[in-house]
Each structure stands twice: as C-alpha cells, then as structure tokens.
C-alpha cells in the first residue's frame, strides 16, 4: 500500500466537490487537504477544517518558504495548499486535494511519484454549459468566462493520469474509487 496525494480537478460545475465529499465518506481513511487562505473566517467556519486562516504576512512568507504546493490571489484574497501539511498527512496516509488543473500539474511537479492527478470532466460542453445555467452560478460575461476557463481546463486532460466522467453520478463514483483503491494497492512506484 502506497500513501498518495490525489488531486481532483475539473471545470466549475462538473460536480467534482460531491464527489470529493462522497469518496471520503465512502473512504475514511483518506484524508482532505486543507488550505490556507487571508481571507476573514465565514460564519460556521473552523479554522484547521474548511481552511487555516493566516495574515497576508504568514502567507508571504510560507511563499518565501517554499511551503505551498501552489497559491493563488482570487478577489483579493490568496489562497495556497499549505506543502508541510500535505507532507505530514502522506505520513500517514493518503490526502485528496480539490483544485484547478494549474494547481494539480504544479502538485505532481513538486511531488512527483506521490501524486495522482484525476480530473473529472462533464459528458459534454453543453451538459457542463446547462449544469451551470441550472445552478445560477452566473449569467453573461461571468457565464463565458466559466465556459473558456472550462475549456482551458478541458485541454490538459492529456496531462493527468486518469478521466472521470461525470454523466452520472454513481458511475462516476464508483471508478473514482475504483482509481484510488488501484494506485493505493499498487506495488513499486510507477509514475
């Protein structure tokens, strides 16, 4: 048994954060990478569980540390998978980060050998296009800025080691569970 960091990437809308949720119910013994972030806690949230919530300066310098697998600034507020914290937790079993493909691609870079890169991707543009209008998650220019990000996301499917299709979500379920119990179970280090 191999302890490994798999990452689940896939565009806005294809359903990667249920599945996410579902596996480690489904799996406990996987542990769910958390992040840090300057942005203020939001009612409810628990430091250590949804993020660590850091100063701008901690941030900074865990950047000038080398201590993220990868960081970015969204609204203003960065966001980073802290790399001490995925180490510690390889340690004692396998981590599953959620996170866009950039982040996944500088994961394995950093981490190579120990990284999984998985991206669940929608059965077509339209079925994505449809799930997003369904859900509200924007109308217009927010709407076709989702649309491109998913179709840049789309095009380094080649880059990551396995697709999961989420037509259905059971199926969908069942071989990404399937893909986490076969890399677990895997004799030597192949990547």
Same mark, same amino acid.
């Given at each position: @048994?191999?302890? #490994?960091?798999?990452? $689940?990437?896939?565009?806005?809308? &294809?359903?990667?954060?249920? %599945?996410?949720?579902? !596996?480690?119910?489904?799996?406990?013994?996987?542990?769910? +990478? $958390?992040?840090?972030?300057?942005?203020?806690?939001?009612?409810?949230?628990?430091?250590?569980?949804?993020?660590?919530?850091?100063?701008?300066?901690?941030?900074?310098?865990?950047?000038?540390?080398? /201590?993220?697998?990868?960081y /970015?600034?969204?609204?203003?507020?960065?966001?980073?998978?802290?790399?001490?914290?995925?180490?510690?937790?390889?340690?004692?079993? +396998?981590? &599953? #980060?959620?996170?866009?493909?950039?982040?996944?691609?500088?994961? *394995?870079?950093?981490?190579?050998?120990?990284? $999984?890169?998985? @991206?669940?991707?929608?059965p077509?543009?339209?079925?994505?296009?449809?799930? %997003?209008?369904?859900?509200?998650?924007?109308?217009?220019?927010?709407?076709?800025?989702? !649309?491109?990000?998913? *179709?840049?996301?789309?095009? =380094? #499917?080649?880059?990551? /080691?396995y697709e999961?299709v989420?037509? /259905?979500?059971?199926?969908? %379920? =069942?071989?990404?569970?399937?893909?986490?119990?076969?890399?677990?179970? *895997?004799?030597?280090? *192949?990547?």
């Open positions: @048994m191999r302890n #490994l960091l798999f990452v $689940v990437s896939g565009p806005s809308g &294809v359903g990667k954060g249920t %599945l996410v949720k579902r !596996l480690l119910a489904d799996m406990p013994s996987l542990t769910l +990478s $958390v992040s840090c972030t300057t942005r203020a806690p939001r009612p409810g949230e628990e430091n250590g569980r949804e993020y660590f919530f850091v100063s701008e300066r901690e941030f900074s310098s865990r950047i000038r540390e080398n /201590d993220f697998l990868e /970015d600034e969204h609204f203003g507020q960065w966001y980073g998978t802290p790399r001490s914290f995925v180490e510690r937790k390889l340690k004692q079993g +396998s981590v &599953v #980060l959620e996170i866009d493909v950039v982040g996944g691609l500088n994961a *394995k870079r950093l981490l190579p050998g120990r990284t $999984v890169l998985i @991206m669940i991707v929608p077509s543009l339209e079925a994505l296009k449809a799930r %997003l209008y369904g859900r509200d998650a924007g109308k217009g220019e927010d709407m076709e800025a989702r !649309l491109v990000r998913a *179709k840049y996301e789309l095009e =380094q #499917l080649p880059l990551y /080691d999961v989420n037509d /259905d979500l059971e199926t969908a %379920l =069942q071989r990404l569970e399937e893909i986490v119990k076969s890399e677990i179970d *895997k004799e030597g280090d *192949k990547r």
